[in-house]
């Protein structure tokens, strides 16, 4: 590239907070801005809740609209909880005060685990109804599309990356009005059926329109372009398949005992870690329970990429049931800090709720924590999860598992050729999942 070229710009129109843990959208900014791109980022406030977003570029400017407020009418459920730093074990002096005891906790801890199940369920059904029937939830098309337009009303673009519904509803309108290139760039999956809401079901439906309309689709793999495509009767559309990873190699002189060394283990624990959300769209409690069983040299490691508060009767139920062998780490950490997290482990593993529809389904190439594990020569266990076990079982780099049950079989199974499982590990990672490579074909649609 010439020195004096003028830089073409690239909107990237995110709805959601959550981009100091979205890979694909951080490694994109980069890839531009390196590439001789300026970036935009058009999102509402980042969310204290999760990792900021790292240093993305000298031409990368991430550009907040509107007031910021999270209304929740399109975010995925995550952790509501306040920030606990470090690393708390329950039954370990770290100067944590445990659970005060009320007349509510010993109420619950008296009823059957059935009904306490029955009842959490009815409540999140209630907040579901009472966050649809908001005015939040209602205007949250609308008011994101005129925040981003606002935002951007001096600004030309020669592209604009619309992220899944809310962030393609308002790349439409700006792409159309800067008369760019549309992109929408699919990271999360999402079905009519899915919704009851009208409010959602309408932008769901106007989704479909502007798939259909887009100059390229970006998602993660074959599997779930098949369902969107089917879904938004979208299949003119051309398709770059990017998967939801990090790029390069991670360093030979990455840490590899920050469990250890913050749990105060033994040298010869072995650390089974999960990184990313607790909660039981992930089935952390069947997780969790399971652990319990396992020989006493393990230790099942949850790590979110927001904050915990033990403090909380879910948390505090999960480090319990898992009768010492289960640690929370409670800290996120910077992007740019997961290597030496995933690196520290000798198994990973990956489970999500598949009752959950596609989107819990087909994650060869969208689980960010499996491409995550492999770059650091992690071997993965996957539960429950045709489409992950199918990449494992394949390139001999992990072992899938049915039921939470057999993760103690699949460990020892890897640990007795661990050295094996690593070498495949990395190797599936470089030719599967490094996100440069993929990233490529976009610049070439671009015209770089």
Not at 428 to 448: I, M, P, V
Request: charged share 25%; with cysteine; proline share 4%.
């Amino acid at each position: 590239m010439a020195m004096n070229r003028p830089r073409k710009r690239v909107a990237i129109v995110f709805f959601e907070t959550y981009l100091g843990c979205a890979p694909s959208l951080i490694n994109a900014a980069r890839l531009f801005d390196e590439n001789g791109w300026a970036v935009d980022v058009l999102m509402r406030d980042s969310s204290d809740e999760f990792a900021q977003p790292p240093e993305l570029g000298t031409h990368v400017e991430v550009v907040h609209v509107g007031i910021g407020a999270s209304d929740g009418a399109e975010q995925q459920e995550e952790s509501d909880t306040e920030c606990g730093r470090g690393a708390i074990e329950y039954g370990v002096d770290t100067g944590v005060p445990k659970p005060s005891v009320t007349w509510k906790s010993r109420l619950r801890d008296a009823l059957p685990a059935w009904l306490v199940q029955r009842m959490e369920a009815a409540r999140s059904q209630k907040d579901l109804i009472l966050d649809a029937l908001h005015p939040a939830t209602w205007n949250a098309r609308s008011d994101f599309v005129r925040d981003v337009k606002a935002a951007a009303v001096d600004r030309q673009y020669d592209a604009v990356i619309g992220v899944d519904t809310l962030g393609l509803a308002a790349g439409y309108e700006l792409a159309k009005e800067k008369k760019a290139v549309l992109v929408f760039w699919s990271l999360e999956i999402m079905f009519l059926h899915d919704f009851w809401s009208p409010a959602r079901r309408r932008s769901k439906r106007l989704e479909r329109l502007y798939h259909q309309s887009a100059d390229l689709l970006v998602i993660q793999d074959g599997e779930r372009q098949r369902a969107l495509c089917d879904e938004n009767r979208a299949w003119k559309c051309p398709v770059i398949f990017i998967p939801n990873s990090p790029r390069g190699e991670v360093s030979p002189d990455v840490c590899r005992d920050r469990f250890h060394r913050q749990f105060d283990l033994e040298k010869s624990a072995c650390v089974i870690l999960h990184a990313g959300s607790i909660c039981e769209g992930m089935r952390s409690s069947d997780l969790a329970a399971a652990a319990a069983t396992w020989p006493s040299d393990c230790r099942l490691i949850f790590h979110s990429h927001t904050p915990i508060n033990l403090q909380t009767h879910y948390y505090r139920d999960i480090v319990e049931s898992g009768h010492g062998q289960v640690l929370i780490s409670t800290q996120p950490v910077a992007y740019d800090e997961l290597d030496g997290l995933m690196a520290s482990a000798d198994v990973g593993v990956v489970i999500y709720d598949s009752s959950l529809g596609p989107n819990f389904q087909l994650l060869a190439g969208a689980s960010g924590k499996l491409a995550h594990y492999l770059r650091c020569g992690v071997p993965v266990i996957s539960v429950d999860n045709p489409s992950i076990a199918r990449v494992l079982e394949d390139r001999g780099c992990g072992i899938g598992v049915d039921r939470v049950g057999e993760i103690e079989d699949a460990v020892r199974a890897i640990l007795s050729d661990r050295d094996t499982y690593q070498v495949n590990a990395l190797e599936t990672y470089q030719s599967c999942y490094e996100f440069e490579k993929h990233f490529d074909a976009l610049l070439d649609f671009l015209g770089r």
